[in-house]
C-alpha cells in the first residue's frame, strides 16, 4: 500500500504540470490582457472616446508611447516565448513565488491570503454539516423506506436540489435578512465587531453565516443524503445481512455492525473531491452575500485579466483536487477492509 500511495503522490507532479502549461497557455492567447486594460485606461485618461483595439501593435490614440508598451511587455513577461514564461513562473513557484497581482499590485500569495480566514470557516463547516446531517438522514430514510418521513424528507430534498445555489440564496436574503430582519443582508461580521465581546462576536459571526450556509449545502445535500440512503438499502437486501439476520442477529446491529460500514464505501470516494470546495466555494454565493472569499477573488481575477492571481489560484486549487484524490483512496481503504492496494493498483 505505501508504494502504491508513493506513486500517487508522484503523479502529481506531471498532472499538475499538464494543468498549468494548459491555463497558462490560454492567458497568454486570450485577448484583454493586462496591456491592453492599460492602454484602454490610458486612451479613457487621455479622452479618447474611440474604443481601444485588442492587440499589442495596435495601440491607436493611447497616449502610451511604443517604448513605454515595450516596457510593459517585459514587466509582465509578454516579451518571451510562451514555454520560456511558463518556465520563469513554474521557477518562482517551486520557491513560493507566486508573483505579483496586476490587480492589487501585491503579492499574489498576500492576496490569496487574505481569503483564507473566510473561505476555510465555510468550506469547513459546509463540509462538516453536510457530512452530518446527511449522513444520519439518509441512514434513517433507509431504514424507514416509504414512510410519511421518507417521502416528505425526499420532496423537500429534491426541492432544494432542483433550485440552484444562488437562488436559495437570494430567496433567503429576500425573506429572513430583507423583509423579516432576521438575519444581517452580508458580510462576514459586522462593522462595529471590533467593540464586542467574545460572545458576541461568536453570536454575529453565526448570524452572518447561517443564510450563505443554507445556500452552500442546498446542492450537495441531497446527492450525499439520497447516495447514503441507496447504498445502505442495497447492503440491507445484500444475503449477508439478511443471513445474519436470519441467524438471530438484531435488526439494529445488523445495520450498524455491517450493512453501514460497507453504506460508506461510495460517500469516501467523494470525500477528497470535496476537499477543493473548502476553498474554491462558489463566487455566486459570495457575491450576493457581499462575501470576500476564495470563489469571488478567482472570479474577479478571471473578469479583470488578473493572470497571476489567476494562476496563484490554479495552483492552490489543482494541489488540492489532487491530493484530495489520494485521500478518497485512503478514506476507502480505511472503510473497505477488501481493498488492497497493490503494485497493480487497487484490487480486492
Request: with cysteine; glycine share 10%.
Amino acid at each position: 500500500m505505501t508504494s502504491y500511495f508513493i506513486r500517487r503522490f508522484l503523479l502529481i507532479i506531471p498532472t499538475f504540470i499538464g494543468v498549468t502549461v494548459l491555463v497558462f497557455t490560454l492567458t497568454r492567447l486570450v485577448p484583454g490582457g493586462p496591456i491592453e486594460r492599460m492602454l484602454n485606461e490610458a486612451a479613457m485618461a487621455g479622452g479618447d472616446q474611440a474604443s481601444a483595439t485588442t492587440n499589442f501593435g495596435g495601440h491607436g490614440a493611447g497616449s502610451l508611447s511604443d517604448a513605454q508598451i515595450e516596457e510593459l511587455k517585459v514587466y509582465y513577461g509578454f516579451d518571451k516565448p510562451i514555454l520560456i514564461s511558463y518556465l520563469e513562473w513554474l521557477g518562482k513557484v517551486i520557491v513560493l513565488d507566486l508573483g505579483t497581482s496586476t490587480r492589487y499590485s501585491e503579492p499574489v500569495w498576500d492576496t490569496i491570503k487574505s481569503r483564507f480566514p473566510i473561505s476555510i470557516f465555510y468550506g469547513v463547516t459546509t463540509l462538516i454539516l453536510t457530512y452530518g446531517i446527511c449522513i444520519p438522514l439518509g441512514v434513517v430514510k433507509a431504514i424507514r423506506h416509504k414512510t410519511v418521513f421518507d417521502n416528505v424528507s425526499s420532496a423537500l430534498v429534491f426541492f432544494g436540489y432542483a433550485i440552484p445555489s444562488y437562488v436559495v440564496g437570494i430567496a433567503l436574503l429576500t425573506v429572513f435578512a430583507a423583509n423579516l430582519e432576521w438575519f444581517p443582508l452580508g458580510g462576514f461580521v459586522s462593522d462595529d465587531f471590533d467593540d464586542l465581546t467574545g460572545m458576541e462576536k461568536i453570536g454575529d459571526v453565526i448570524s452572518h453565516a447561517v443564510l450563505p450556509l443554507l445556500s452552500y449545502m442546498a446542492g450537495s445535500f441531497a446527492v450525499t443524503t439520497l447516495l447514503m440512503k441507496n447504498s445502505l438499502m442495497d447492503n440491507l437486501a445484500a444475503e449477508y445481512v439478511r443471513t445474519a439476520i436470519a441467524k438471530g442477529m438484531d435488526f439494529r446491529r445488523a445495520v450498524f455492525s455491517h450493512a453501514l460500514r460497507n453504506s460508506l464505501i461510495p460517500i469516501a470516494t467523494s470525500f477528497g473531491g470535496n476537499i477543493t470546495l473548502i476553498l474554491t466555494g462558489s463566487f455566486l454565493i459570495e457575491k450576493i452575500f457581499n462575501i470576500d472569499g476564495f470563489g469571488l477573488l478567482g472570479f474577479e481575477s478571471l473578469v479583470d485579466r488578473d493572470y497571476p492571481v489567476v494562476m496563484g489560484i490554479l495552483v492552490i486549487s489543482s494541489l488540492l483536487f489532487l491530493i484530495g484524490n489520494i485521500l478518497s483512496d485512503i478514506c476507502v481503504a480505511l472503510v473497505d477492509p477488501r481493498v488492497k492496494f497493490g503494485s497493480g493498483g487497487s484490487g480486492q
